[in-house]
């Protein structure tokens, strides 16, 4: 059974590579054309794997980008949550907690002053309190507050308009829809409803919920909405940032910027004998945010499943400052061109025959190279070259061009020696010897450069096999041998034609083919064309050792052929 179906699937790769030949790599090139197209417009499985592929990276660069000095986050973690239940209860606090903090702080002189905390309702219980932190707010310039955009399908149950909220302009069309509602939560403080002072606070997650990116604006009913990072950058003169959304550029693990407790500078600043330095948020970016996890501001991003929402934010803002973030092909466009240069560049190498050897490396060492050159931007510079999915296309063709150029071979050569089986009427078979009249061997490669530009010649399946003069033994003695082997049917007439004029084809070329080489023009061939039958009710072996003898010898007896 195992035997029918090796001599079926022999048999099919042989009918395969005669109809086909080497147009096959062509076909495939069209058919994994046609694949990348679908891809980049369908399933986007090159997008996910771009997507896997930065993860990588970015977690194993040896040169990243230090946090900034200049950024701090006072933590509202659970050790601050601890210490300050016994006084103000269970989160939410009072506001006067902020407000003192906010007041002693700006006492400092900070550069500004981050609330990544979501004021949006009163605090009904402490009106007082409330009242407090606004004057507070008020008596300040230098403080921003997030608001959130909330789902667009609720944006038809909203009464807020775009511009009704401060500092919320019209985009560059100038379209802006008058009558059109947006759904918002804002601080519920007036004080913070100041323009330059807002921005949303909305972090987005890939579709395989992972954060990679952060939306430095976003565009609503011709209205635009600047995040709490880009208004930063703006009142705080940064450059503006070139995208509407950004690639992170990550500085490192969570935890990686400076983290003071909450609760512990609080206290400090609070105290009548204070022992923090008085100069501790002078000049610094505070961001007053939460990493304890029952607040639930935690995501996954490229660099931990568990990344603090605060850092998020604060690895934004450091991206604005410096203008830093991490640029990168955006759109289909590069992706379909770069696969497609890849793959056709591949097929062309297998439909022009080239060394097969020196290809598979070339091919092999190009690939590694280009991740290689992925790695190295991303370490050196803000820019990442995404080849994974051009790399990923390109390998599988290569893959199966190779398997078929494998197959193929295999087949044709079982053809040519065992394509009859006992009963039929046998074959009609002829070889053609090549010797290579050499002082010294030619060597695999050239025998191998040789041998491709034989196969080209004509439409025939044919076999060409090299025999090498380094070879040890009594083989030796043969020098450096090409043999060329047809096979037919035993009575067509018009295929034993064929196969005369393309081995007399061969024979007018090889000059030619010594000279395209590289060979030395002292450097000569011998050949000749010896016809046998090979029967079908013997032994297919010792027939074909025989007609190989027989075409040896007869090669022997025209040594003056040129």
Known sequence: ????????????????????????????????????????????????????????????????????????????????????????????????????????????????????????????????????????????????????????????????????????????????????????????????????????????????????????????????????????????????????????NWRGKPFSYRYVSFSDVYRDLTAKTPKRPPDEFTGKIVIIGSTAPSLFDLKATAMAKAHPGVEILATAIDNVKHGDYLRFWRGALPYVLMSLLLIWATASAFYRNVDRDRFNKLFSWSQIGLLVVSYIGINLTNTYLDFTGPVTWAVLYFSVAKIYALATDRALQRRLALATHTGTAGLHAALMPVQIESDEPLGDALLKKLAREIETVGNLSKSVEAIKGSQSGIWGLFGDMLVVGWTCAPNDATQAGEIRREAAEIAGRMNRFLQKIGLPDGITTRHVLHEGRIAGDKALAPQWRVLFAEAVIELEHHKDQP
């Not at 495939?28 to 592929?53: C, E, I, P, W, Y």
């Not at 990588?56 to 990243?64: K, T």
């Not at 006492?107 to 605090?123: C, G, N």
């Open 1 to 248: 059974m195992l035997t029918r179906l090796a001599l079926f699937i022999s048999s099919l790769m042989s009918t395969v590579a005669r109809r086909l030949q080497r147009n096959f790599y062509l076909y495939l090139a069209a058919l994994l054309t046609l694949g990348v197209l679908l891809d980049a417009s369908v399933f986007h499985v090159g997008m996910n794997m771009r997507q896997k592929a930065f993860d990588l990276m970015v977690r194993s660069r040896v040169i990243a980008p230090k946090p900034d000095p200049d950024i701090v986050i006072v933590d509202v973690n659970e050790a601050s949550l601890s210490a300050l239940a016994g006084e103000y209860g269970r989160w939410p606090w009072p506001r006067q907690v902020f407000g003192e903090f906010l007041e002693k702080i700006e006492q400092q002189k900070p550069e500004a002053v981050v609330f990544d905390i979501l004021f949006s309702d009163a605090d009904v219980y402490n009106p007082d309190s409330d009242a407090y932190f606004n004057d507070t707010i008020a008596a300040t310039g230098n403080t921003f507050f997030p608001f959130l955009r909330l789902p667009e399908a609720h944006d038809k149950l909203s009464q807020v308009q775009p511009r009704m909220i401060p500092g919320i302009a019209e985009t560059l069309s100038g379209k802006g829809k008058v009558d059109a509602t947006i759904a918002v939560v804002l601080p519920h403080f007036e004080a913070a409803l100041v323009p330059g002072r807002l921005g949303t606070h909305n972090i987005y997650p890939d579709p395989d919920g992972i954060v990679r990116e952060y939306p430095l604006w976003r565009e609503d009913y011709g209205w635009k909405l600047p995040s709490l990072p880009l208004t930063i950058g703006v009142a705080l003169h940064y450059p503006a940032p070139e995208s509407q959304s950004v690639l992170l």
